[in-house]
Nanobody, 115 residues
Framework: QVQLVQSGGGLVQAGGSLRLSCAAS????????MGWYRQAPGKQRDFVAQ???????NYVDSVKGRFTISRDNAKNTVYLQMNSLKPDDTAVYYC?????????WGQGTQVTVSS
């Protein structure tokens, strides 16, 4: 059974930093993409960042230059380093990992940025 278990998150002041982790188990995602979405209260779930199997990255414009996505294939884990956080970054963050036929999701973790 595939599981993605998230850690990190919490409450931080504007300008601060947080690091999210997402550890996958049940199969290897070495050859596929992994990434992050977020969902603010009353809004849809939106794409944040993705890292491909080759290590290439893609970000939503609003986090470029502030967030960094990375992966450790040996640990089957994807990370999201979030710097210069803003109140607008407040949301529940979800990691995902793709297989050929499915997308698996983490349980979500709350990130709250106070002004």
């Amino acid at each position: 059974q595939v599981q993605l278990v998230q850690s990190g998150g919490g409450l931080v002041q504007a300008g601060g930093s947080l690091r999210l982790s997402c550890a996958a188990s049940g199969r290897s995602f070495r050859g596929t993409a992994m990434g992050w979405y977020r969902q603010a209260p009353g809004k849809q779930r939106d794409f944040v960042a993705q890292v491909s199997s080759s290590g290439s990255t893609n970000y939503v414009d609003s986090v470029k230059g502030r967030f960094t996505i990375s992966r450790d294939n040996a640990k089957n884990t994807v990370y999201l380093q979030m710097n210069s956080l803003k109140p607008d970054d407040t949301a529940v963050y979800y990691c995902y990992a793709d297989s050929i036929s499915s997308r698996y999701w983490g349980q979500g973790t709350q990130v709250t940025v106070s002004s």
